[in-house]
């Protein structure tokens, strides 16, 4: 079983879907993935690695590997995350093309997203920006839009106190960029709302304090807000059905278009 609240979905006031889910690095150890599966894990975020893993193999997650193809073969939605220890926009832009050397021949359904948070052994982050939250914010949008140039869904995971502070969340969002946002309660003040953040982050990671079976040991636990599997039908896949006797439309449909049949 999942260590979840169980009236977590009856909490939150407005969101596409609602799936259950967890992220996973190889400081987990062997994971028992079917029966995650059985758990009512739907899916999973999984550590593919940090820093610049191309100059530094061993960098990628040692149990990338084993925790994709299995998760995959159970029938469990991956996406990935990259640990930053970019110093500066080329470190970050580096790290992007690490990480997709990971990722490109795969099957994504989760985006993936960068890690950007301190780590308390080598805060590099930190050493090399300060506190400037918005050379931190074009640090991170350059991972993003590197990985965005080869046509991957990408996003930003931070906790809050980094998307308050170092990080504007704003203009991850404005690039059309996703938020992975961890926020563990009982921190919070509002009962009503501790479930609910849903209008502030696609993915909500609630708890770095859950127990999956399968799982040895704590395990971060998330809920999606977002349908990034089965989205919306593009323009070109509409078929469009007018009445018997009429006239069939005529011209180009183009996104953004609006037509009328009379």
């Known amino acids: 079983s999942v260590s979840i609240p169980i009236d977590i979905s009856q909490k939150v006031l407005a969101y596409d879907t609602f799936v259950y889910g967890i992220d996973v690095s190889d400081a987990r150890g062997t994971i028992d993935w079917d029966k995650v599966k059985a758990a009512g894990v739907e899916f999973a975020i999984i550590d593919a690695g940090y820093g610049n893993a191309n100059k530094y193999p061993k960098q990628k997650d040692k149990c990338f590997d084993y925790n994709y193809s299995n998760a995959k073969r159970v029938g469990i ?9 970019a110093s500066s926009i080329d470190a970050a832009i580096e790290e992007a093309d690490s990480c997709y050397n990971v990722i490109k021949d795969l ?38 839009d590197r990985l965005a140039s080869y046509g991957v869904k990408v996003g930003v995971y931070c906790n809050t106190n980094w998307f308050n502070n170092y990080v504007d969340k704003n203009q ?10 961890a926020h563990y ?16 982050c696609d993915i909500w990671q609630y708890s770095e304090k ?33 009445p018997s006797g009429k006239g069939a439309p005529s011209g180009n449909l183009k996104q953004g278009s609006s037509f009328g049949i009379y």
Request: hydrophobic share 30%.
């Open 77 to 85: 939605k991956c996406g990935v995350y990259w640990f930053s220890y």
């Open 107 to 144: 099957e994504l359904e989760y985006p993936v997203f960068f890690d950007v948070e301190n780590d308390p052994n080598n805060p590099i982050i930190l050493n090399s920006f300060g506190s400037n939250k918005q050379k931190i914010t074009e640090m991170t949008l350059a991972f993003c």
């Open 172 to 181: 991850i969002i404005n690039k059309g960029y996703y938020i992975w946002q």
């Open 185 to 200: 309660y009982p921190s919070e003040s509002n009962p009503e709302l501790k479930y609910d953040k849903s209008s502030i």
């Open 210 to 242: 859950g127990h999956v079976d399968g799982i040895n040991g704590y395990c971060d636990l998330n809920v999606s807000y977002k349908n990034f599997y089965n989205p919306a039908p593009a323009v070109s896949d509409l078929k469009i059905s007018y």
